[in-house]
């Protein structure tokens, strides 16, 4: 993943994406160039966690410019560690949702996170994009190969031509989990330390992704541990709940109509 800061912004980009997907932009937008005070310093862009509305708002506001998009193409989830996944071809919030299927130009689908991960799935020749939100909950419950099946079922989208994107999300070094969650994962994804149980939940979404058609040399992922970098990212488990949240965005270009 590329960094860099605009605006007073620092935001991640994929630059293999302009070779394999140039009408597709895929952003993460970190921690930096918000107005939130701490714990949510300073780009938080989560309600409902104890920041004030005007605040998340005001940083909404600077991502949604950064994009340049009307606050309306914006298609957000209220996310609940399931796998629903909805066709989407509009903005606006999608309730108890972590999955978005679009083939809509001109609409960001955006992922809000804090370790789990932001996962997009893009079809190229189709270019139909799902944008969904990965934890080990989901993950285990199937949402990637849930979003893959429904590409090609309704969509018709070449799996085998299909790529992987993942924004930040916490390592398998960071993350301990409980023993029955250990338990319920394949034993190569974990890993027993002094601390407890590690889960290599990066290492399980690749799994899933190839098991659905995907290959490793189809999927980009960003190595930013959300729990390691404390200066970029906001993490859950490493502020022991009290933080912000990120997004991840990714947006088919309006103009790849002439692409
Ligand atoms: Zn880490």
Known sequence: MYLEEI????????????????????????????VSDPPFDSLNLGHGLGDPQEKVEKNREKVI???????????????????????????GPYAKTDGMI?????????????????????AP?????????????GALKGIIGKAAGMMADEFQADISNTYAIAGPGIC???????????????CEVTRLRKDGWHLDLPRFITNELEEAGISKEHTLFSNICTSC????CFS????????????????????????
């Open 7 to 34: 605006n007073g912004l620092k935001i991640g980009s994929f630059p293999t994406l302009d070779i394999l997907a140039p009408e597709l932009s895929v952003l993460f937008f970190s921690r930096k160039g918000g």
């Open 65 to 91: 410019k950064h994009l340049d998009l009307l606050s309306k193409n914006i298609a957000k989830m209220d996310q609940v560690h399931g796998t629903n996944i909805q066709i989407v071809d509009s903005g």
């Open 102 to 122: 679009s083939k809509t130009r001109g609409i960001a689908l955006a992922v809000s996170t804090a370790d789990c991960y932001p996962v997009f799935l893009y």
């Open 125 to 137: 020749s189709e270019k139909i994009l799902a944008a969904l939100h990965v934890g080990k909950a």
């Open 172 to 186: 398998g070094k960071c993350y301990t989990v409980s023993d029955s969650d250990a338990k319920s994962f394949p």
């Open 229 to 232: 970098y404390p200066e970029l």
């Open 236 to 259: 859950y488990r490493r502020d022991k709940g009290v933080t912000g949240r990120h997004w991840t965005t990714a947006v088919i270009s309006p103009r790849s109509l002439s692409l």
